[in-house]
Structures are given as C-alpha cells and as structure tokens.
C-alpha cells in the first residue's frame, strides 16, 4: 500500500508540473475568478434596495413605537362630546363618530409601517421615501467600482513586476472576505464597506487574469477567443447573480446566498493553489511601456472609452430599474432579479459568438454596431408597462454590450503588440479603469438624476450618449504601429497559421515550427 500511495503521489505531481504549462487550465481558473467576481456584483442587485427599504421603515415603526400615546378622555369631556353628538344628531347630520373611534394620524402611521417591511417590494405606500434610495443604493453599487478605479493604477505596474499568480490569489482573499461580510452585515455603513472591499480584490483578480490571459495567448485570434471565454465567466456571473440572489433572499434569507458564494471562493482559491503556485514571485522579464504613456494613447483611449460607456448603460440599470419596477409594476422581490436574465443570457451569448466572429469582421465594425444597439434598446426600457415588456430591450442590452466586451478587451492586448511593448498589466488595468468609471459614474450619477427627472430620462441620456460615441470607433479600424512590430507581428500570425495546418495532418519542414507548441494544447 505504501508503495502503491508513493506512486499515486508521484503520479499527482507530474500531473500538476504539467497542467502549470496548460493553458486551457489557466483559462479554466480565470473564468471561475471572473464568475465568482461578478456573481457577487450582480448577487446584491435584486437584495440591497428591497432590504435597506425594509431597514428605513423599521427604523420608522420603531419610531413611531417611542412617541407618547394619546392620553384617554376625561369624563366631563366625554359629557361634552356626547352632548355634541345629540345636537348635531338633531340637526340631520350623522355624527356617530366617537372619541373613541378615530385613529389618530400617529397611530395611523404607525399601524401602516408596521405592514409594510412583509410587503415592502409590493406597491410601496411612500413613493417619496422609496426615491429617496436611489440616491443610496447608487451610491453603495457605486463604491466598488469607484474603490477598484483607485486601486487599478496600482496593480497593473505591480502584476508587470511580480507577476500574475500573486495577485490573483490575493484578490481571491480579499473576495472571500467581501462575500463574509455581505452575508452577515446588517447596517448601511457595513454593506458599504463589504462593497468597497470587493473592488480591492476585483482588481487584482481582473487585471491579472486578463494579463495573463493576453501573455499566454500570444496569437491575436487565439487571444480573442480565449478572452471571450474567459467574459464567458463574466457573463455566467452576472447572468446566474441577479435570479440567484432574488430567488434566494425571497424564499431563504439574505445570508444564504453570499455563503454559497463563499464556498464558490474556496474552490477557486484551492484550484489556484495547486496550479498557479501564488507563493512564486516571477521577476520581471522586461520593462513595460509605463502607465502614462499608455493612457496618452488615442486608439488605446477609444478603446477603453467604448468599454466604459457601453457598461454604464447596465450600470445605471442595476440600481433605478428594481425601484422603477416596484413604482410602477409592483413588482415582487423575486421579479426584481429575473428582470435582468435577459441581459444576463444575451450577454453570455454576445460573448462566445463576437469572440470568434469580431476578428474576422473587424472589432471597430463590431464595437460601432454594439455601441448604437446599446443605446437604441436603453432608450426602449422605458415603455415597457410589466416584466414581459423588459425582455426584448433588456435582451438587446446585454447583447450589445456582449458585442463590444468581446471585441475590445483582445484590441487593447493588440494595440499594446502594435504600438508598444508587450506587457499586458498595464493595458488591461486601463480597461479594468474604464469598466469600473461605467459602474462608478453610472449608479452614483443615474441614482440623482433619476430621483430629479425620472427614469426614463435617464434612459434617454444615457442611449443618446452611447450612440454619439459610437463613431469614435471608426479610428480602431487601421491603427498605425512602428514598423518593426508590425513586421514581428506578421512573422507571428504565419507562423502560428503555419502550426495550426500542420496540426491538420500535413507535414511542415520549416524553420517557423516549434515542437513544444502542441504541449500547450
């Protein structure tokens, strides 16, 4: 036996020397990385503005609790009433109404409050009072992008240094705890805090993966299709969070959901373990094109500008739409998350077709297409009168911003190989930036002006915006590069094609040919 375990372990190691240099493995990891991330993002959009509601109308039951109570009439003034009530009687009007039968406007308040925290996703009675948590809920969804915006210019050097494995399992820490504090948190100012926290580890876990991502996958068309599997992860976490959280918060409670995420982290975290060895700092091989100048780039800028504006569309959804739907459609607690699967499934969808498809159509025709789509469904959510009426514009949302994910994410990677030197934390911080200045502006802003002019102006804006921006994108489609990375690039694509039709069962003699290439397969 003891031999025997010998072997299995030996057999275990050489299995796990070899799978470190598969890349398929790594993607493996990336996309449950970018899951786990954007499940809890999404997780909290049906719970927080249907809990914090709860919380403020507590808070006034308990209130009104405190307040003194009407003290009982006196005798000699109950004489009078009653001698009232003769003489009006007389008169003809019915004045049967007795001290002792009007509920008084504290009492009334009182008893209304306390039915409202069983009920509070279903016709709100405080129409005030339910605007007024736009402004709140867009702030707590705002604090993690806006933490993760401020933390990015920091791990994109950082990765460039050390190398990717590290951060990544940093970021796996700082998720585990996030989602801990989410499940048992009870306060605003906690919810708060737990939100801020998840930008922290969303940074390190996006940018690193994307990193690692683009170093791995070195071929343009293999990098696009593998970026877009890994958005696969992105799209799964933000399609399986707003249904799970809802189903879940209606029928088990809050904590339930965030503990089930939490053992999602812990599989992450051990898979990342035994493959990515994070207690192995990788030196840095070569210098890479500094922060600055990259963000001075013009091409790279649209780019990150097509990223930031198409998800500020979702952006300004995920905290107005669930206090619009319970205006106007009394919508159900559950209903406030299975509105946003549309977007959720045709992102998913937008996703694994563009990945494959914008390379060979051209990534700037697709982002153009993406980014009008985009704001011609936004403008369209409005005039929807039930949950049904959601489903198309919601649809084409997600699948619009599919397009333009899908197809800008490889182009930063690219013109970081076109026109730069080719480290990839950097660049992919900057589009990590740009994603998180959508979901930063977009709940802070869309939450004010939506409590101010309503709705469906909101909607209006942002689509007017997203279709404005659209032909920006023209300039993505040459961009101009220094010739001799054009000229390496070029070397790089024939002979990666040169591999793949010798994989085909041809036989190729050149020089181009590199024998280890199928070990990464």
């Not at 020397?17 to 996309?31: A, G, H, P, W, Y």
């Not at 013109?415 to 950097?426: F, P």
């Not at 909607?459 to 993505?476: E, H, N, Q, R, S």
């Not at 070029?490 to 039709?501: E, I, L, P, V």
Request: aromatic fraction near 10%; charged fraction near 15%.
């Amino acid at each position: 036996m003891g031999k025997l375990d010998a072997f299995r372990q030996f057999n275990l190691l050489k299995w796990l020397r070899e799978e470190r240099q598969s890349r398929k493995l790594i993607l493996f990891i990336v996309f449950v990385a970018l899951l786990l991330d954007n499940m809890l993002l999404t997780v909290v959009v049906p719970i927080i503005p249907s809990y914090l509601y709860s919380l403020d109308v507590s808070k006034d039951v308990d209130l009104n609790n405190t307040l003194p109570q009407q003290p009982t009439p006196p005798a000699a003034f109950d004489r009078i009433v009653s001698l009232y009530d003769n003489t009006v009687r007389l008169s003809g009007y019915n004045a049967s109404a007795r001290w002792t039968d009007v509920v008084t406007p504290t009492s009334a308040a009182a008893a209304a409050a306390t039915q409202l925290p069983q009920n509070a996703s279903d016709c709100p009675s405080s129409t005030s009072k339910l605007n007024k948590e736009n402004v709140k809920v867009g702030l707590l969804f705002a604090s993690k992008a806006t933490v993760q915006l401020l933390t990015n210019p920091f791990i994109g050097p950082l990765t460039n240094r050390i190398g990717y494995q590290l951060p990544i399992f940093i970021g796996f820490c700082i998720m585990f705890a996030s989602t801990i504090m989410f499940a048992f948190s009870s306060s605003y100012a906690l919810l708060f805090l737990a939100r801020s926290l998840q930008g922290v580890g969303s940074s390190c876990s996006s940018v690193a993966g994307m990193g690692m991502l683009a170093s791995v996958y070195t071929d343009d068309e293999e990098r696009g299709h593998a970026i877009g599997i890994a958005l696969g992860g992105l799209a799964m976490g933000v399609l399986v969070g707003p249904p799970f959280g809802s189903v879940m918060y209606e029928f088990v409670g809050k904590t339930a959901p965030f503990l089930i995420l939490a053992c999602l982290a812990l599989f992450d975290g051990a898979l990342q373990l035994l493959i990515l060895q994070p207690t192995k700092v990788e030196p840095e091989s070569q210098k890479g094109t500094p922060l600055l100048t990259l963000m001075r780039d013009p091409y790279i800028v649209i780019a990150a500008g097509a990223i930031c504006f198409g998800n500020m569309a979702i952006a300004m959804l995920e905290p107005t739409l669930p206090i619009w739907m319970m205006e106007t459609m009394c919508a159900r607690k559950w209903q406030l998350g299975v509105a946003f699967l549309p977007a959720s499934i045709s992102y998913l969808i937008g996703t694994y077709i563009f990945g494959k498809l914008a390379h060979k159509m051209g990534r700037w025709l697709c982002a153009v297409i993406g980014m009008v789509l985009v704001g011609i469904c936004v403008i369209g959510v409005p005039f929807a009168r039930s949950i049904y009426g959601l489903i198309l514009p919601n649809f084409g949302v997600g699948f619009a911003i599919g397009m333009v994910d899908s197809s800008m994410m490889p182009i930063m990677g690219y013109l970081v190989d076109l026109r730069h030197v080719s480290v990839y934390g950097s660049v992919y911080a900057i589009a990590d930036v740009a994603f998180c200045m959508g979901f930063a502006l977009g709940p802070s802003i869309g939450g004010s002006i939506a409590e101010s002019i309503g709705f469906p102006w909101l909607m209006t804006i942002i689509g007017i915006v997203d279709v404005l921006f659209a032909p920006l994108c023209l300039f993505l489609r040459n961009p101009p590069g220094q010739e001799e990375k054009i000229a390496i690039l070029m070397d790089t694509n024939c002979s990666m094609k040169t591999r793949s039709y010798s994989t085909q069962g041809n036989s190729y003699q050149g020089e181009d040919m590199d024998p280890d290439y199928d070990e990464y397969d």
